[in-house]
């Protein structure tokens, strides 16, 4: 008889984790969406409408033999997932990698692919009719978003502000170096060590002009804002304490097998684990095929012995539109820099779209 894999959450990691097992095991997938969602490509979803759908990859494509249950999951212990729905997964082994959310546009804010796009192509109408935008955040999601809009709109005036004092605190100087000659290159205007007095008085994704006072006595004029700080993990299911405690940031203490400590049959991956390392696709896809690995030596009766170890540095790929970018990537001489062609060639020309059909089957 078949052993059954819940897998909680069809992000990054968890769908990873799905389609590997799936041959292996009665794999099933709870997700409340419709698809797997390469947020990576969100924000040039945003700016180039017509290029949307390429970051849906439907579960029914996904997952040609285990089973998707379209529900969130309210409850989990050793032995399954209680679903909101009030249903129970009985489960031999339990996945969890139900990653974070972001604000909009970073992430959708619907479980469905028709809905996703539709808000998408709404905020791109408001964003075209802005001369001026404010990007809240210099962190990676900020400035990728203001790469994507200056490439479609080169004319349009783009701010990023935030309080913290550096760009990329924790990357090698060079890349910090490069990163702001070409935001300068392209006309972004980045101010560091500002933060406002109060938030813009229009909502989020709206074009309506508004002025804002910074924390320094400044004014910043704008037709539109996005927010591009926060992040908050999925976890609010595991608050009943049935299966573990989380950490003060919501996160799950795992094991370097990546198991949920104290459970030899449930595993997590991605930014639910408390691993010390920068919350990142690439990260979780890494965990995926060390739980891979650690689960199907267990259904053949073998004792899992795949670890995780994070990298002593921080990595990122930061595409600015299609061209542009910087990056760190790990070597065996330590982090390497390497040039916005490259960055290009790996992530900014397609945002991973080609990998993800590869793995995962036809997009939307």
Same mark, same amino acid.
């Given at each position: 008889?078949?052993?059954?894999?819940?897998?909680?959450?069809?992000?990054?990691?968890?769908?990873?984790?799905?389609?590997?097992?799936?041959?292996?095991?009665d794999? +099933?997938?709870?997700?409340?969406?419709?698809?797997? @969602?390469?947020?990576?490509?969100? !924000?040039?979803?945003?700016?180039?409408?017509?290029?949307?759908?390429?970051m *849906?990859?439907?579960?029914?494509?996904?997952?040609?033999?285990?089973?998707?249950?379209r529900?969130?999951a309210?409850?989990?212990?050793?032995?399954?997932?209680?679903?909101?729905s009030?249903e129970?997964?009985?489960a031999?082994?339990?996945? &969890?990698?139900?990653?974070?959310?972001?604000?909009?546009p970073?992430?959708?804010t619907?479980?469905? +692919?028709?809905?996703?796009?539709?808000?998408?192509?709404?905020?791109?109408?408001?964003?075209?009719?802005?001369?001026?935008?404010?990007?809240?955040?210099?962190?990676?999601?900020?400035?990728?978003?203001a790469?994507e809009?200056?490439?479609?709109?080169? #004319?349009?005036?783009?701010? +990023?502000?935030?309080?913290a004092?550096?760009? &990329?605190? $924790?990357?090698?100087?060079?890349?910090?170096?490069d990163?702001?000659?070409?935001?300068?290159?392209?006309?972004?205007?980045?101010?560091l060590?500002?933060?406002l007095?109060?938030?813009?008085?229009?909502?989020?994704?709206?074009?309506?002009?508004?002025? @804002?006072t910074?924390? #320094?006595?400044?004014?910043i004029?704008?037709? +539109?804002?996005?927010?591009?700080?926060? @992040?908050?993990?999925?976890?609010?299911?595991?608050g009943?304490?049935? &299966?573990t405690?989380?950490?003060?940031?919501?996160?799950?203490?795992v094991?370097?097998?990546?198991n @949920?400590?104290?459970?030899?049959h449930?595993?997590?991956? $991605?930014?639910?684990?408390?691993?010390?390392?920068?919350?990142?696709a690439? *990260?979780?896809?890494?965990?995926?095929?060390v739980?891979?690995?650690?689960?199907?030596?267990?259904?053949?009766?073998?004792?899992?012995?795949?670890?995780?170890?994070? &990298?002593?540095?921080?990595?990122?790929?930061?595409?600015?539109?299609?061209?542009? $970018?910087?990056?760190? !990537?790990?070597?065996?001489?330590?982090?390497?820099?390497?040039?916005?062609?490259t960055?290009?060639?790996?992530?900014?020309?397609?945002? *991973?779209?080609?990998?993800?059909?590869?793995?995962?089957?036809?997009?939307?």
């Open positions: 008889m078949n052993r059954t894999v819940a897998i909680v959450g069809g992000g990054y990691g968890g769908a990873a984790v799905a389609k590997a097992l799936e041959p292996e095991a794999v +099933i997938l709870i997700d409340p969406r419709d698809a797997f @969602v390469n947020a990576a490509a969100s !924000l040039r979803a945003l700016t180039q409408p017509d290029w949307a759908s390429n *849906f990859y439907p579960f029914e494509t996904l997952l040609s033999q285990g089973k998707v249950i529900d969130r309210a409850s989990v212990n050793p032995s399954g997932v209680t679903l909101a009030g129970h997964v009985a031999d082994y339990v996945v &969890l990698a139900t990653g974070s959310s972001y604000a909009y970073a992430k959708p619907s479980d469905s +692919i028709d809905e996703a796009l539709d808000d998408l192509r709404q905020t791109h109408k408001e964003l075209r009719q802005a001369d001026k935008v404010l990007i809240l955040g210099a962190g990676p999601v900020g400035l990728e978003l790469g809009i200056k490439e479609v709109w080169p #004319d349009k005036h783009v701010t +990023i502000a935030d309080p004092e550096q760009l &990329l605190p $924790g990357f090698k100087p060079e890349v910090v170096e990163l702001r000659g070409q935001l300068d290159a392209v006309g972004v205007e980045v101010r060590g500002t933060g007095v109060a938030p813009p008085s229009t909502k989020a994704g709206l074009v309506d002009a508004f002025t @804002v910074t924390t #320094d006595g400044d004014e004029s704008a037709d +539109i804002w996005f927010r591009a700080y926060g @992040v908050s993990t999925n976890s609010d299911y595991l009943d304490g049935k &299966l405690t989380r950490t003060p940031e919501g996160r799950v203490p094991t370097e097998f990546l @949920v400590k104290g459970h030899d449930v595993y997590a991956v $991605g930014d639910i684990t408390d691993v010390a390392e920068t919350k990142m690439a *990260f979780a896809m890494q965990h995926a095929e739980v891979v690995k650690n689960i199907t030596a267990q259904l053949n009766g073998e004792r899992p012995t795949a670890t995780y170890q994070p &990298l002593p540095f921080p990595m990122i790929l930061l595409p600015l539109g299609s061209n542009g $970018g910087v990056g760190q !990537l790990p070597s065996p001489d330590g982090p390497f820099v390497p040039p916005a062609a960055v290009a060639e790996y992530k900014g020309t397609d945002l *991973f779209t080609g990998r993800f059909v590869e793995q995962f089957g036809p997009t939307a």
